[in-house]
Nanobody
Framework: QVQLVESGGGSVQAGGSLRLSCAAS????????MGWFRQATGKEREAVAV???????EYTDSVKGRFTISMDNAKNTLYLQMNSLKPEDTDMYYC?????????????????WGQGTQVTVSS
């Protein structure tokens, strides 16, 4: 049973930074794509950053240059470093994992999800 546990969310002022962590356990596949998603109440879940099974990363336009996704394989942990935070980054953030080769942008491709961590940015 794959488990993903996020941590690191919180409240910051605009311009501040947060680092989200996602600890993974129970995964046995040799290839996996992982990503960070966010969702506001009443809105569709959207991809923020993706770490493909090939090691290539992708970002949604609104966070390019501000957010960095990375993975520590020794710790089975995915990170999202968020700098220069803006009020519009306020959302619930989710970590997700998908078996297989590739970089998946749509939330429907992911089988495993964490419980989410809230990020609130005040102006």
């Amino acid at each position: 049973q794959v488990q993903l546990v996020e941590s690191g969310g919180g409240s910051v002022q605009a311009g501040g930074s947060l680092r989200l962590s996602c600890a993974a356990s129970g995964h046995s596949s040799s290839s996996v794509c992982m990503g960070w998603f966010r969702q506001a109440t009443g809105k569709e879940r959207e991809a923020v950053a993706v770490f493909g099974s090939d090691g290539i990363t992708e970002y949604t336009d609104s966070v390019k240059g501000r957010f960095t996704i990375s993975m520590d394989n020794a710790k089975n942990t995915l990170y999202l470093q968020m700098n220069s935070l803006k009020p519009e980054d306020t959302d619930m953030y989710y970590c997700a994992a998908a078996d297989g080769y590739g970089r998946y942008w749509h939330w429907g491709n992911y089988e495993y999800w964490g419980q989410g961590t809230q990020v609130t940015v005040s102006s």
